[in-house]
């Protein structure tokens, strides 16, 4: 039977003089294990920050036209309340205001 220190001393490759080696094939799976250190750190952080959602799953670049085509649709606002703020987005004067 070997004792513990022999059996740490055969898997790390020690040399009995407080130094490891290269020999036995473990810079291998030091070599393995840090690749995928890394590329599994490098795919949460892109997918973490890569392209952030709210919390509805569409994307933050909606732009404000986007969004008021889509509350129409939905019918949370009027043709009228849609026609005055598409106005407003877009710069040019609502009819409303070219009566007055």
Known sequence: ????????QVIADYDGNGHMTWGGGWWIVMVIAM?????LLAFWLIREFGARKNQSGTAD??????????RL?????????YRERRALLIGTPSPESDSS
């Open 1 to 8: 039977m070997i004792g513990p220190m022999a059996a740490i």
């Open 35 to 39: 690749v995928l250190f890394w590329g």
């Open 61 to 70: 670049s909606d732009d404000a036209l986007t969004i008021l085509d889509r």
């Open 73 to 81: 649709a939905e019918g949370s606002i009027t043709s009228d309340e």
